[in-house]
């Protein structure tokens, strides 16, 4: 199976404290070494301060590493920028990249001029994401009056302008309602992964979302990636062949942190 992103020992480190003065290093990406199949749905799980975003923002260009190496799409991050962000998409839950003032369609319409397509190319390819998402009639309300759910549903459509061979989603529902969250789980197994095939990275907190529709999870801690796998494989690498992947995380990382399960946070 081929490769659709590759690190090694991929590392971004940060300096804290007053610029005069010792100041000291956060690790917020530690040694990291993984493989992303195409076509897999792989999911980056962790508590808040993991490195997960940091991790995300390497792999799309957004940061430079410290050290270490990063290919995606068979291109070296390093020495092809441009191409790599050509065939990627990034969807943030903290995204705050729209004008509130202009509808979704208009929203669209600018960030297709942006990307460089043209407006015959530009017209037809929002009308494909915005029906593949089936928000074609919420494109023409203002942003600001749209729902969360519709909100982070036109920028998975924005993503997806220049169809881009991965996707990455980071904490993509963090903000939304239950109901909003399990539709777009299921928008992103079935037809993005399963029917498209389209290699998908996502980031959550909340474990029950990746072992509901994650094909392979790493758990990220402090920096590192403690453990990855199949949900049996961490299961067996465990040794608690029924354990949920919230008693895996216990397990491999402690109990000194705090994750989601599902619904409302429970402290470790």
Excluded at 26 to 40: F, H, N, Q, S, Y
Excluded at 165 to 170: E, P, R, T
Excluded at 176 to 186: F, G, I, M
Excluded at 255 to 261: G, L, N, S, V
Aim: net charge neutral; charged share 25%; proline share 3%.
């Amino acid at each position: 199976m081929n490769i659709a992103i590759h690190t090694s020992n991929l590392k971004k480190h940060f300096r804290q404290g007053p610029i005069w003065g010792r100041r000291e290093i956060l690790k917020a990406v530690d040694g990291v070494a993984l493989d992303v199949r195409e076509g897999e749905l792989f999911g980056l799980v962790g508590p808040n301060q993991a490195g997960k975003s940091t991790l995300i923002k390497l792999l799309c260009t957004l940061i430079i590493p410290t050290s270490g190496s990063i290919i995606v799409n068979g291109y070296d991050t390093s020495l092809y920028e441009s191409k790599v962000k050509a065939s990627i998409g990034l969807v943030s839950g903290d995204d705050r990249s729209f004008y509130w003032r202009l509808t979704g369609r208009q929203n669209l319409d600018f960030f297709a001029a942006l990307s460089g397509l043209s407006s015959e190319s530009s017209k037809e390819k929002i009308g494909e994401v915005l029906s593949l998402l089936e928000i074609e009639k919420e494109a023409d309300i203002s942003f600001q009056k749209c729902s969360s759910g519709i909100r982070q549903r036109m920028l998975i459509a924005r993503s997806l302008l220049n169809d881009p061979q991965i996707l990455f989603l980071d904490e993509a529902t963090k903000s939304l309602d239950p109901l909003a969250a399990s539709k777009l789980r299921t928008f992103i197994k079935a037809e993005l992964v399963e029917k498209r095939r389209k290699t998908v990275f996502m980031t959550t907190h909340q474990m029950a979302e990746a072992e509901e529709i994650c094909d392979r999870i790493a758990i990220m801690h402090h920096g590192r990636i403690m453990a990855m796998g199949t949900l049996g494989e961490l299961r067996d690498e465990t040794g608690s062949a029924e354990a949920d992947l919230y008693e895996i995380f216990r397990r491999v990382t402690g109990p000194a942190d705090i994750c989601e399960r599902e619904g409302p946070y429970v402290s470790a």
